[in-house]
């Protein structure tokens, strides 16, 4: 097993860093002889340099946006075309030290969120520098690497927008034409203990923030969450939430939730999408990788280890207040949306399942890009296929991911009519009812969250 070799952090490319630490790199590279004219044409060639630039990932057009104007309009104009979101898989072999990344598109737009989910296996894994693919170094070094730091240096880096989610049982239905379709996860696979690592890469969309605040202890709340939820809320609007509460701060009752309840204090007014379950673990830190590979070198592997600390992590999205974005003379519109739909129970019919989709895509707006979040319990695993190909039919362009978990959070955005209770229904039923006219807290449920952007190819009924 790699994890029994030395573990090396994956080395920042040396332009990179350069450029991060503002100082000059200098190389020792035997120039190529070419007629100087020749590269002057090129590299003022409006049309060639935005070719040439558009093959590059999104950290050197970073670096080229600085080399004149011109460049950095064609870097500019390529940020504009590039979209759409990209659904990546890494395929990890359980015996042997290798990976390889496939994904359903390029990386070549600087992120606005990078959302990767991974069972223990994955969450584990290492591979051999020389034999994973794109290698994290050049050239290739002779020392492992963890297969999570080479994804987020490969993606990220230098920005923190990836959040990693580990939970035992994970969604993954790419569109059928991504090469990383061959990976989708249906319900025979739900009981592997292969490692598995997917995610889904969200580009930079104008005018949309995404912020994430993990949350050590209760006592770390106020600052950690209310206070930043208050200081967001001054300037923006919460369009969706994700939240993902590890197993060491169970939701019991009611008290343990409550402190959702602050966004909707604080946009009383405007709708929200919402959406979250029990997992494992989270990591968004970069300080939770370098103490992941720290360790492995010394402790031994197991499930309880290297874990992040963090008991609640919330993912938000927001735009601009409509006042705000007007006095900067941009707008309101900024065409982003969340929208999310929880199937409440594990006893609801298949066609009751079928009919709640079907209203729920009849009633929001589809965009030209968009992705879904799946969050589910894993007491509904005879239901995976069908929820999953339901939604797909309503959805067809809409790649899905996400994870099982313990316990659901959600709200129903657009609104949904509430269930009138049984007449015969106990105490317990009653108690799980109460909770569950709070829009928030579920069980045996699962939550769709729609993020859409760009054009709307096809408006609400409604």
């Not at 890009?369 to 809409?398: A, M």
């Amino acid at each position: 097993m790699a994890a029994e070799n030395q573990c090396c952090k994956v080395e920042t490319q040396e332009h990179i860093a350069a450029y991060l630490e503002n100082r000059e790199l200098v190389r020792e590279l035997q120039p190529l002889t070419c007629d100087a004219r020749l590269v002057e044409q090129v590299a003022s060639n409006y049309i060639i340099v935005k070719r040439m630039l558009g093959h590059l990932p999104w950290q050197d057009q970073m670096i080229c946006k600085s080399v004149c104007k011109m460049w950095c309009d064609a870097v500019q104009a390529l940020q504009r075309e590039l979209q759409g979101p990209v659904d990546f898989v890494y395929e990890v072999v359980e015996d042997v030290d290798s990976g390889m990344l496939k994904s359903s598109g390029s990386f070549s737009k600087e992120p606005m969120a990078v959302i990767v989910f991974t069972n223990f296996g994955g969450f584990c894994k290492m591979g051999n520098c020389t034999l994973m693919s794109p290698r994290p170094c050049t050239p290739a070094c002779s020392e492992v690497h963890w297969m999570l730091d080479f994804l987020d240096q490969e993606l990220c880096f230098p920005k923190d927008c990836d959040l990693i989610v580990r939970a035992s049982y994970l969604c993954y239905m790419p569109l059928a034409s991504s090469p990383s379709s061959a990976y989708t996860i249906n319900r025979d696979m739900m009981t592997t203990t292969l490692p598995f690592i997917c995610g889904i890469y969200i580009p930079k969309i104008p005018n949309v923030q995404y912020e994430v605040v993990n949350i050590k202890t209760n006592s770390d709340m106020k600052m950690d969450f209310f206070d930043v939820v208050d200081r967001i809320s001054s300037t923006r609007t919460f369009k969706g939430i994700l939240v993902f509460v590890t197993d060491k701060y169970m939701l019991n009752s009611i008290d343990d939730i409550t402190f959702l309840n602050h966004f909707k204090k604080v946009q009383p007014e405007t709708p929200y999408a919402l959406g979250g379950c029990i997992i494992e673990d989270t990591m968004f830190d970069r300080r939770d990788l370098s103490f992941f590979i720290n360790n492995v070198n010394t402790d031994v592997l197991h499930r309880d280890a290297f874990i992040s600390e963090n008991v609640v992590s919330v993912c938000m999205f927001t735009v601009p207040k409509a006042q705000e974005a007007q006095d900067s003379g941009s707008g309101c519109n900024c065409n982003f949306e969340m929208f999310s739909l929880i199937i409440e129970s594990s006893d609801w019919p298949k066609p009751k399942i079928l009919s709640a989709i079907k209203e729920f895509a009849e009633n929001i707006d589809h965009f030209e890009h968009s992705v879904v979040f799946k969050l589910s319990c894993i007491g509904r695993d005879e239901r995976h296929d069908f929820e999953q190909k339901s939604f797909r039919t309503h959805f067809p362009s809409t790649p899905l991911i996400g994870c099982y978990g313990n316990g659901e959070l959600g709200v129903n955005h657009p609104p949904r009519p509430e269930p009138k209770p049984k007449p015969s229904a106990n105490t317990v039923k009653r108690q799980k009812r109460l909770i569950a006219e709070l829009g928030l807290m579920y069980s045996y449920s699962t939550v769709f969250v729609y993020m859409g952007w760009g054009k709307i190819v096809k408006p609400a009924k409604t």
